[in-house]
């Protein structure tokens, strides 16, 4: 039996999983969660062998959720489903140590059998991230400049082109506004950029929001 932990602040989103979780008879879903603080007390106080993981929870920001989450248990298999596109967070979670990464609109599709792939101990990405990972391996090709940012300056950077506040930025990633500052003006000097505008522009240009 594969017992199946879902994370997901929507409501109907989890009623959806379950519904299509329950058709295979080899699958438990063993309990749920609305917000990244509940998943956490959740990977310490249960065992189950995956867990499915919406990366924009509220409680905490989602990569720093997934990186706790393995600190706790190395060896549970967390698939992240997102309604982020792939060339967003796909590769940063993976290299978080996500198992697998799939996007809410194909989750009808890929739920199941991503769920026996991680749970076998295997990784499930479509096919379209594989050829940019593989293209990521290339020592050859330019990366996107973006890339060059560390996952902590990549979630500043997400944040200021969706147009959080300093202090909104400070609040979600609980550290001060003068760490928020800091982390601004050297994600602006990586990318070439001299202010927030360009910055929006930046990440509208590589579809890195919507």
């Not at 997901?8 to 438990?28: A, N, S, T, Y």
């Not at 990549?154 to 609040?171: D, M, N, P, W, Y």
């Amino acid at each position: 039996m594969i017992k199946i932990f879902i994370a997901d602040d929507h409501p109907l989103i989890r009623e959806g999983f379950k519904k299509i979780l329950k058709e295979e008879k080899d699958f438990e879903v063993s309990g749920e969660a609305s917000d990244a603080l509940q998943v956490i007390d959740a990977v310490r106080t249960q065992r189950f062998d995956v867990l499915t993981l919406d990366i924009n929870m509220p409680g905490k920001n989602g990569l720093d959720t997934l990186k706790e989450i393995k600190e706790i248990n190395p060896r549970l298999s967390v698939l992240i489903v997102s309604m982020h596109p792939e060339e967003r967070f796909a590769l940063r979670t993976l290299r978080a140590g996500a198992s697998g990464y799939i996007k809410k609109e194909t989750a009808a599709d890929d739920l199941v059998k991503a769920i026996r792939k991680v749970a076998s101990g295997g990784k499930y990405i479509s096919s379209s991230l594989a050829e940019k990972i593989a293209f990521d391996l290339d020592p050859g090709l330019s990366k996107p400049i973006h890339e060059l940012l560390s996952d902590r300056e990549f979630q500043v950077f997400h944040l200021i082109a969706t147009g959080k506040a300093q202090s909104e930025i400070a609040g979600e990633l609980s550290i001060g506004i003068s760490t928020v500052n800091t982390y601004r003006s050297r994600i602006l000097e990586k990318l070439n950029l001299r202010s927030n505008a360009e910055l929006i522009h930046y990440a509208i240009t590589n579809k890195l929001i919507d």
